[in-house]
């Protein structure tokens, strides 16, 4: 189970500012177990990065990065320390091949993509 500071940090700070394609992304990455997924790094090979580099390669202010998207998208845009962000931290310490914390993170994915189409002006 994702801890409620991970929750928290997740619906203030991280689904604000992820960009519907960004929230795609997501949901396909951790739905199929990629490998493209990573933890415990921002990067590997392009295209594999971790959950704030897939989003950061989605999003307009950054996108055109590519090795340092993830930790530009984590401080420019949603105003969190790479460092300290508990969604990164839990995410490096318990991602990878943990299958509930994927099937977690994507069912809040994907409430935020549902949320958005009921809603389209509120997202």
């Known amino acids: 189970m994702i801890p409620g500071e991970c ?3 997740l619906h203030a700070r991280w689904l604000p500012h992820v960009t519907d394609a960004g929230l795609d992304r997501l949901i396909d990455l951790l739905e ?7 933890h415990g790094r921002f990067t590997g090979a392009i295209p594999m990065g ?3 580099s ?9 996108c055109h990065r590519t090795m340092d998207a993830g930790i530009l998208w984590l401080t420019r845009v949603a105003g969190l320390n790479p460092a300290t962000s508990k969604v990164i931290r839990e ?5 990878g091949q943990n299958w509930p914390l994927r099937q ?3 069912g809040l994915f994907r409430a935020e993509k549902s949320r958005r189409t009921e809603c389209p002006l509120a997202g």
């Open 7 to 9: 929750v928290s940090e």
């Open 32 to 38: 199929k177990g990629s490998p493209m997924l990573v």
């Open 50 to 52: 971790c959950l704030a």
């Open 54 to 62: 897939h989003i950061g390669w989605n999003h307009p202010a950054v």
């Open 91 to 95: 995410w490096d310490d318990h991602g």
């Open 104 to 106: 977690e993170l994507a």
